[in-house]
Nanobody, 116 residues
Framework: QVQLAESGGGLVQAGGSLRLSCAAS????????MAWFRQAPGKQRELVAA???????NYADSVKGRFTVSRDNAKNTVYLQMNSLKPEDTGVYSC??????????WGQGTQVTVSS
């Protein structure tokens, strides 16, 4: 069993910063891809940022230059540094990990609210 624990969400003014963390525990040796998704009210969930074990990154166009995804492999933890936040960044942010055998695990989500 694998559990993901997210932290770092909250309320911030436009232009501010937040750092999200997601720690994986349980029966996992090492994750392949670790990623962050978000879902805004009334919208579909979308990929925000992803980082493979080899270091390849993928960002949504809307966050390029503002968000940075990183990971600590020894701790099976992925981070999302969010700078210059905008009201349209508001949503529930969830982490996802993909293992080398193709299994996907999701965190419970953390709310990020950016006020204008």
């Amino acid at each position: 069993q694998v559990q993901l624990a997210e932290s770092g969400g909250g309320l911030v003014q436009a232009g501010g910063s937040l750092r999200l963390s997601c720690a994986a525990s349980g029966s996992i040796f090492r994750a392949n891809t670790m990623a962050w998704f978000r879902q805004a009210p009334g919208k579909q969930r979308e990929l925000v940022a992803a980082l493979t074990l080899s270091g390849r990154t993928n960002y949504a166009d809307s966050v390029k230059g503002r968000f940075t995804v990183s990971r600590d492999n020894a701790k099976n933890t992925v981070y999302l540094q969010m700078n210059s936040l905008k009201p349209e960044d508001t949503g529930v942010y969830s982490c996802n990990i993909e293992t080398f055998n193709g299994m996907h695990y999701w965190g419970q989500g953390t709310q990020v609210t950016v006020s204008s």
